[in-house]
Nanobody, 123 residues
Framework: QLQLVESGGGLVQPGESLRLSCAAS????????IGWFRQAPGKEREGVAC????????NYADSVKGRFTISRDNAKNTVYLQMNSLKPEDTAVYYC????????????????WGQGTQVTVSS
């Protein structure tokens, strides 16, 4: 059974870092595309980073470029999102999602989703 499980969220102060994990089961990452999305209260879900695990090509939203890094460990079947220099506006529930194809930031392109992990950036 295909499953994605996020972990690593929490409460941090502005300027601090967090690393989110997306553990995949029921399939191998080898040819998958994994996207990280976030949704703040009252806002639409937005894509922040995407990785095509075959080849490792990545894409980032402008709002996180230079601060967030997406990576994968195929041996652990896990995708990570390293978030540095966090800002209060990064506060949201973060989700990872799976699609088969090129990277996209359209949630409608992703068929399978994890349950989400809360990230709160506040002083």
């Amino acid at each position: 059974q295909l499953q994605l499980v996020e972990s690593g969220g929490g409460l941090v102060q502005p300027g601090e870092s967090l690393r989110l994990s997306c553990a995949a089961s029921g399939f191998t990452l080898g040819y998958a595309t994994i996207g990280w999305f976030r949704q703040a209260p009252g806002k639409e879900r937005e894509g922040v980073a995407c990785i095509r695990t075959a080849g490792g090509s990545t894409n980032y939203a402008d709002s996180v470029k230079g601060r967030f890094t997406i990576s994968r460990d195929n041996a652990k079947n896990t995708v990570y999102l390293q978030m540095n220099s966090l800002k209060p506006e990064d506060t949201a529930v973060y989700y990872c999602a799976l699609r088969w194809g090129v990277c996209s930031f359209d949630p409608a392109d992703f068929a399978s989703w994890g349950q989400g992990t809360q990230v709160t950036v506040s002083s």
